[in-house]
């Protein structure tokens, strides 16, 4: 434990070169999927939180369920309709982070559409009612009620990071764990411990929790000041 | 207030936006894709090998993919690798009849050691493979030894089971057995890598059958306290070899970096790079280049062995398998 400890702060400290690539990718995989995942999730969740329609109920379960979904699962279909015998091969997204990117997407739509339904329908509902009866038109509405939602939104999104930077399942399968290449943290973790380097898998599992704290922590700041 | 949390926000999306950036619109390098087994990966060899081929030609990417050879395999049939290094002949044959890969060659040897808590429970120091097999048998049926098996289809696994059934053993009754008065049994499926199977063979203090440089790695770094028992013999032969993925049936396989990577790994230099590795770290070189003992017919009693085990009708690649091969074979 201790070793992991030292060695982590020695590896930040001195900034070895392949820690940080390894760690920048992570981020970099974790933030284009969180991106692509609001930019789909996001109106998603907003028109199941603010809509009223026949089957909502089971529209907001299956999201719900699908947010439990195993990543090895998922990132085995993936592989397989990715690989280049595969229906989407010639998409070339196997072993690429950009790959990685749209599987991580992928896992944290869910979270993010029932996340934000949740808050706007906690938040937003009697607020939807009023702007309307002042005359703004849907897309007006819509805006008044993510501010009011605010909170709520930016949980999902920094939740759906969160679980795009600590996955293993999709990340391992789409990128194989190619150094240089696809190798990222939760990647890089595997490998270490599997060729018995124990410490240096402490000090990357380190950097990890470190990094999600930082990010964490951030957004607790930010949502105080409010 | 609000203003400034959106602008706080703004800026730190912008910075990650900003660092990643650079690092996604690199332009990509030539890139080969190699799916190799986990004992050639795991040992530190292959990275080794990729640094000094990417000195020699700059420009040029190796990806290696660690698996295990069965996983290795079937990545390559399914046009997501350009090249394979494996260590299992059965299957290789296969690959190569079933005309996915063309000009094999073998490149490395090294032998398999059967390993196991230091006390020996079963007995079995001085004795040969076969009869140490029978005896773990024999004693793990009375409760008094244990085996895990790699169980996850890799050249080892299949090493391992040729093995029993060598001995004359049936596994598949095997797995059935109980230990006589308990109900488990001896034979443990690890189904993971050869490092957390040493690990696993470390907590039980049950034997297995390891490669010779994953278990000196863990030996040295303190992780496992397992003793080797039977080194060497033919039984015991383990040979890699690359297979190049044939461009006639995966056409999208990168066929001439495949091959020039290949002519790079026989060269008197990668053949090098094979006895050297590990001696500096374990204080013994792990794999034994092959090329020079082919070359030189120092070693007939070795030759004879590897061309029973690991050869096809007489050659390592028969001709109706090799494809564009120049001078490979001469």
New interface residues.
Partial sequence: MIDGLTEAVRLIVTGDREIIEIT??S??VA??GTLMATVVGLPLGILVGMKSFKGKRVVKTVFNALIGIPTVSLGLLLYIFL????PL?FLDL??T??GIAVGEAILVTPMIVSFVASAIESKGLLLRDLVRTLGASEFETSLAILREAYSGV?LAVISSFNRAFAELGIAMMIG??????TRVLTTAIA?QS?????GLSLALSFILIIVVLTLNL?ISF??R?? | MKQKTLFLTFISIGIILISSSWYLFQPPKESLIVSTTTSLYETGLLDAIKSSFEAKYSGFNISFISQGTGKAIETAKRGDADMILVHDPGSEFTFLSEGYGVNRKIIAYNFFIIVGPKSDPAGVEGLTLLEALKKIYAQGLEGNALWVSRGDNSGTHSKEKALWKAAGLNLTRIKTEKVSGADNSWYLEAGAGMTSTLQLANQKGSYTLSDIGIFLKNSKKGNIQLKSFVEGGKEILNVYSAIVVNPQKVPQARFDKAMLFLKFLVSDEGQELFRTFGALELGQSIFKPWIPVSKTKSDPALIKWVEEYAFFNGAECPVQYRYNAGDLFS
């Fill in positions: 920048i990718r981020l970099q933030f284009l690989s280049h015998s595969g091969g196997l072993y982070v950009q930016s194989a764990n190619i150094k240089g290449v490998l599997a060729m018995g380097e124990i951030l930010l949502q000041g409010e």
